[in-house]
């Protein structure tokens, strides 16, 4: 496991071959985003016919949140769906519906090995958020030519799966793996591969994670507990999937991939440091694979995590919130990398986008780097609601190109430098139905540092919560009104979470502590002097 889990200093390079990811996204009919100027805009087709023109495209009607693009090796559109209908790269409909819900998040198309036009579309079969198989449609496809409905809705997998599945390049250079999560009681741990080669779709393989899914309660018997996303880094070699809907036993599984052999091999980390597991939803790796976001859909919550370190505890205390969520009602869901090796993340308004006048897709500006640096910007794009197109929680899936896959790690674990803290003599100690502040030596203006001393109190906490090992500890996080209200509740946000970081990398279960900021809303004195606001800058801690 060690193995994977290495600090990158330095961007690797890799072999790509001569194709290109899509230059344009599309999210249904006509709608969609330009990158052929490299920074994308919104873009809205002219031509084209449909048989059902706008009849998905209305917030009434179904949404376009499952969607695929497959492009040429130019990176020019050859065909793109939205779970129902597939399109030319000129918005000519194929006489073809594909059966696919609405609500599934994620399908994928991919060019069959060693055949000059043939593709392969892959959607789930179901009905609302469950999963009980999958489909592929298979097409022919050629720049400047009609293309040709082969098969359609040819189910080859039946069973209860999740939502979640990747699209894997093999590392033979030529083939693919389709990589899907049993949700069967069963069988609810497996990820189940299949080898995508010329004759198409193939061996089936099946190996196991550690994540069990929960099987379904008995007031709701069908009800499988199938959301969720599932991606793979940019080496090809470590999967990572969320599991949504779970309550606190809510994860990110990140699991090392045999790329050879289509497995899971073991387990990398389960990270679990939500503000509400039961929330976590969208997941993408940084270009360089040294960060992991993960997006909390409906606590409207961005979260950025170091994955370089070599142990579980230390990756989920590495957690930097970007988005903390204004009340605007709105959802963050999937994430997706642009040609411009820039992330993009879909908001969900929930009908809002009409008061609003957009639908809005947030940008990660600078992907590789932590925290501010990473230039997050929530409204970035704005898809007007004139076009009538509801993204949901959903962004198009893109098609996958073969390098040179590195199957042995590039450096070693960097080693943790150990400080040595000089001894204090505060105390801190807490029970059930205690509320209590923490020294106010710990923040300065403006910061959300720990200081060395008060990491020896937090020692005692820690020491308290390991020998009571059902208290829960809420940890919130206040301000002075010294700045913007909206920055202050961020900066409130990231002093709570800043101890429960720490806590968490002592060895405490994430499922044990709530961490949540109030900024300058609720002082403790009224703020009229350095005296009084040193007072509001404070982190209370309450057993429950």
Known sequence: MNKLLIAFVLLYSMSLTAQK?????YFGFKTGLNFTKGNPYI????????RQAGIQNEYSGLENELGVVMSDEDGDVLFYADGSRIWDGDYHELDVLLRSSSSHAQMHAVKIPQQESEYLVIHPKGIHDNVIGWYFTKISAEKGEDIIVREENKTFVEGNFMQASAIIPHCNGIDYWLVLHDASPKHSNQYVSFLIDSSGISQKVVSEGVYKVPAPGKAAPDDYKSIGIMTVNNRYNVIATTFNSNGEEGVCELMEFDNENGVVVKKVAHINNFSDPNDVYGVAFSPNDSLLYLTESEGEKLNQYAIYYPKESKINASRMTLNFGKGTSARLGQIQLGPNNKLYVSLDFNGRAYDLGCNFIGEIGQPNSRGAAAKWKPEKLCVPVEYKMHLG??????PKFHIDCPQELLVEPIEEKMVVLEDVELKLNVSVGDTIVLPK????????????????VLGDLVNTMEQNNDLKIKIHGHTDDIGEFKTNLSLSENRALSVKNFLIEKGINSNRLVSKGFGESRPKVPNVNIESRSINRRVEFIGF
């Open 21 to 25: 990811m899509p230059n344009k996204w």
């Open 441 to 456: 030596i710990i923040f300065s203006s403006n910061s959300f540092t720990l200081s060395d001393s008060v990491k020896l």
């Open 43 to 50: 873009i809205r087709g002219a031509s084209g016919t449909t």
């Open 393 to 398: 929680l959903g962004l198009p899936s893109l």
